[in-house]
């Protein structure tokens, strides 16, 4: 299999990177995290398109709250989250209790890896009597990353009473349930998400992932076709079967879910890494 589609298959099988709420369903960085940021996604190309401007904007005035958060949604977007949160933290020193920034701020935390921190600084990007369905919903990404999807499931329903039907939780939900082992539920839940108007190609190929974990391949690859390329899908499909067929393929999962960008709700797609995944055996 080459490399590209491995990778490709590698992100869905990761189950999180913060798809905070209600953006577009990604898995990686660079997305937007809270209603009161106002902005889509931001793909790699129009990051690296904007990045030095944005960074020359930066330098000259550091203080610029509103650029600040641009430039640290593009450096996400180009796999730079520690950069990111460097820019974000000097600006959350001047302006801490503007609640878009600590959004913003909380993604790029948890995009660095730091998930305590993130947790702490998401709590206070929002308030008890105006709770924010995507400061919930990446909350809930955060716990799965952490290993504790009780805590993730439960922040996703909270979620779910707020935004009923939301795409975005909904498959943040279907993937947790996977990582717990409950496909069934992950399957009912993910056929809900892409079922949604305005659910993306990234909720069906979660489907597919799931409908072929539980060893129904031709019905996946069906699903998957819809938005890949027959090749790639059938590629796909013959990685997952050899992969399922690994005694130890959940912890190859767990494992890339850790390492990896998921196909999470409200994120856009990171950066290729450096080196592909660890052999699967």
Known sequence: MSAAPRLRLAALLASAALLCGGCSLTAGRGGDITGSVGSAPMTEKAARAQLE????????????????????????????AVQAVAVLERVAIRDGRNMALLGEFGRALADAGRYDQALQVLQRAHRPDQPDWRIYNVQGTIYDQMGRPQEAQALYNDALRIAPGEPAILTNLGLSYALSRQLPQA?????????????????????????????????????????????????????????????????????????GAPQRADQTPPAAPAAPPAPRG
């Open 187 to 259: 399957e009912q839940t993910l056929r809900q998400a892409a079922s949604h108007p305005q659910a993306d190609k990234r909720a069906r190929q979660n489907l597919a992932l799931v409908v072929g974990l539980q060893g129904r391949f031709a019905e996946a690859e069906e699903i998957a076709r819809k938005d890949l390329p027959a090749a790639e899908a059938e590629e796909n499909m013959a990685y997952l079967r050899a992969m399922v067929a690994q005694p130890n393929s959940w912890a190859q999962i767990r494992q890339a879910e850790r390492r």
């Open 53 to 80: 401007s944005l960074a020359e904007r930066y330098r000259t005035n550091p203080g610029d709250t509103a650029n600040a958060m641009r430039y640290s949604r593009a450096l996400r977007a180009t796999g730079q």
